[in-house]
């Protein structure tokens, strides 16, 4: 099994500007890649404000803020990423985004190079197909914000290899954090579960049966929730939401995951939750 020491990033979006400070803070050097000058330099302002956070509290000192920042390089260009062991895509939740980005990762990397995704719901399986290294595409769920969830969920398509399993879960580990093992299915385990009761929130919005703060402090209050399913669809983003919701609903044709009609004109009229500063809740 090999150790992995460096690692590239793509997509500097929420998930993966936190996934790259994570790897830089655990010792690792990252390559972040965006097609988009103007979400790299959003990316790296936000890691830096992560690691400046770190430090007011005393996590870290300002020498190991210096030294991670000094570990992470940006660029605009997949072949940046020609000879790395490991990359994880973090673009946005579409299956036909997420199949093109890897193909041309497939096209790029290394024969041995692994290739991970951060897809929250989609068949790791389906993707994997669009390469020609499918023992080697695996599913590395973070969970969102990266920086303070422990929780990796580490996800085996059909093919994928016992050795694949084993550099990303050890590289899971090198970050700090704790991989779970699961198997290819719409939505995994967070998503199948979460996804639903965030759908039900909304339906009793929806229905009148509360206001967005009462259904919110009934789950924190009654069932211990640290955050009640209406903000934390608002700090996901509605549209992420929806996306997983659409793809739980495709892949097991059942009712229960059809998406809250009000969810779906959330997401046309761009109420998007925090990043669009309107959702169940200002901002």
Same mark, same amino acid.
């Given at each position: ?7 590239g990033? *793509? ?11 994570? !790897?830089?803070g655990?010792?690792?050097?990252? /390559?972040?890649v965006?097609?988009?000058q +103007? ?6 302002a936000?890691?830096?404000?992560g690691?400046?956070k770190?430090? %007011?509290?005393?996590? =870290?000192?300002?020498a ?7 570990? =992470? ?13 490991l990359?994880? +895509?973090? *673009?946005? %939740? ?6 093109k ?8 990397l ?5 290739l991970?995704?951060?897809t929250?719901?989609i068949? /790791?399986?389906?993707?994997a197909?669009?390469t ?5 595409v /695996?599913?590395? @769920? ?9 929780l990796? %969920?580490?996800?085996?398509g059909?093919?994928t290899?016992? +050795? ?10 090198a970050?700090?954090?704790?991989? $779970? %093992?699961?198997?290819? !299915?719409?939505?995994? $385990? ?11 929130? =909304? ?5 009148? *049966?509360? +206001?967005?703060? !009462? /259904? ?7 069932m211990? @929730? ?6 934390? !669809?608002?700090?996901?983003?509605l549209? *992420?939401?929806l ?6 609903y ?13 969810l779906?004109?959330?997401?046309d ?6 990043k669009?500063? @309107?959702?169940?809740?200002?901002y």
């Amino acid at each position: 099994m090999a150790s992995i020491q460096k690692i590239g990033v *793509v997509g500097a979006g929420t998930m993966g500007h936190g996934i790259t400070q994570v !790897a830089a803070g655990s010792g690792f050097d990252v /390559i972040l890649v965006d097609v988009a000058q +103007e979400a790299l330099d959003l990316g790296l302002a936000k890691i830096e404000k992560g690691f400046g956070k770190l430090v %007011e509290k005393e996590k =870290i000192s300002a020498a190991d803020r210096d030294a991670a920042l000094g570990r =992470i390089t940006t660029s605009t260009a997949l072949d940046s990423l020609d000879d790395l062991p490991l990359v994880v +895509e973090a *673009v946005v %939740e579409r299956l036909d985004v997420k199949q093109k980005v890897l193909a041309d990762l497939d096209r790029i990397l290394p024969e041995g190079a692994i290739l991970a995704t951060n897809t929250s719901s989609i068949s /790791i399986t389906k993707l994997a197909a669009v390469t020609g290294r499918a023992d080697r595409v /695996i599913g590395m @769920h973070f969970m969102n914000p990266v920086p303070l969830m422990k929780l990796v %969920e580490v996800i085996r398509g059909l093919a994928t290899s016992q +050795e694949t399993y084993d550099t990303v879960k050890a590289a899971a580990e090198a970050m700090g954090k704790i991989p $779970v %093992e699961v198997h290819d !299915a719409p939505g995994f $385990v967070s998503n199948r579960v979460l996804m639903p009761m965030i759908n039900e929130a =909304i339906f009793c919005l929806y229905e009148g *049966v509360g +206001e967005p703060q !009462a /259904i919110d402090q009934v789950m924190k209050l009654g069932m211990n @929730h640290p955050m009640g399913p209406l903000a934390l !669809a608002d700090l996901i983003g509605l549209d *992420v939401c929806l996306d997983i919701l659409d793809v739980l609903y495709e892949g097991f044709k059942d009712p229960k995951y059809r998406p809250c009609p009000l969810l779906v004109k959330m997401v046309d009229s761009g109420r998007l939750g925090r990043k669009s500063g @309107h959702g169940f809740y200002p901002y």
